[in-house]
């Protein structure tokens, strides 16, 4: 039992201080409960209002990416210039120490390699071990015009339900098939889908017209970077993306493919962060790398 206050100094209870009650700073998430916002504000930097994920879990579906082969050597070495690390279970508990710091956004849906038809996955993370490895978010595909649209649909929408229960949000990830017309069109179609379903935050891919696809979604955007451009050229592209109203990106083979990806996602969170434009941020990339040597 605590000892009884014995203060002999006046109470004060500021009665003339009204209590402030602050609006949360994510685009459409006022209204989840305070578990959510926590685990949003991890990934989310609450000052900025913006992420750098760093992704690295290709793997999942493709093997050993190019950069990707030696995650322990790759990978570790980049975690702490990253808001959050975006990667499988398997990668988590056989690679990332357990004393890591960074928000985890735990990719969520599998089953198809390379070799098989894309869309055709399934849920692939029980929300209890989410839990257990005390995830930030869990990411999961969806195939919008896929083959197996409905199918990777009701895999998010699960998802959703399941991370309602216990406040962990949903990354709907837009995967576009080859065949398909990687426009501003499909953009707003695939990303306000995901919103609409429940996604917290949705992740696509930056196009001309992208701040037509920000707008007419309620939720954070954040893009991937896709495949590996010159620095220059991805710096750009991410610029390009925060001015037209991304949230951030989640980019994985223009860090972990880069001449030097140390100072690219340097480059990158200044971009995203601060809001330098692509010749500083090149610049700035260069002069980190040219130190180093
Ligand atoms: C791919 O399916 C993974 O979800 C990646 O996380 C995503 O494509 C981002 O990586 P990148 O910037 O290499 O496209």
Known sequence: MPEAD????????FTEIPQKSELFFLKGSNNY????????????????????????????????????ERIDLSILPLAPYADALMLTRGILRSIIPPSTQKAIVMRASGGPSILKELSNEHV???????????????????FVGGEHETQSVNNMTRLVDAGMRVGIPVLGVTAVGTTMARDARYMRLATRMCAELGAAFVKTYYVPGFETVAASCPVP???????????????????????????????GRNIFQS???????????????????PAEAFELYQSLKNGKK
Not at 6 to 13: G, L
Not at 124 to 141: C, F, L, Y
Not at 260 to 272: I, T
């Open 33 to 68: 409960d305070w578990g959510m916002k926590n685990r949003l504000s991890r990934i989310f930097n609450p000052v900025s209002g913006k992420t750098v994920m760093l992704a690295f879990d290709h793997g999942y579906f493709q093997g050993p990416t190019t950069g990707l």
């Open 124 to 142: 692939a993370v029980d929300m209890e071990d989410a839990i257990r490895m005390n995830v930030s978010a869990v990411a999961v595909q969806v």
């Open 221 to 251: 955007v954040v893009i991937a970077g896709g495949k590996k451009l010159p620095e220059l050229e991805a710096l750009t592209m991410a610029h390009h993306a925060i001015q037209d109203g991304a949230s951030g990106v989640d980019m």
């Open 6 to 13: 014995e203060s002999k100094k006046e109470k004060n209870f």
């Open 259 to 277: 001449d030097d990806p140390v100072s690219m996602l340097e480059a990158v969170r200044k971009v995203v962060h601060a809001g330098i434009k």
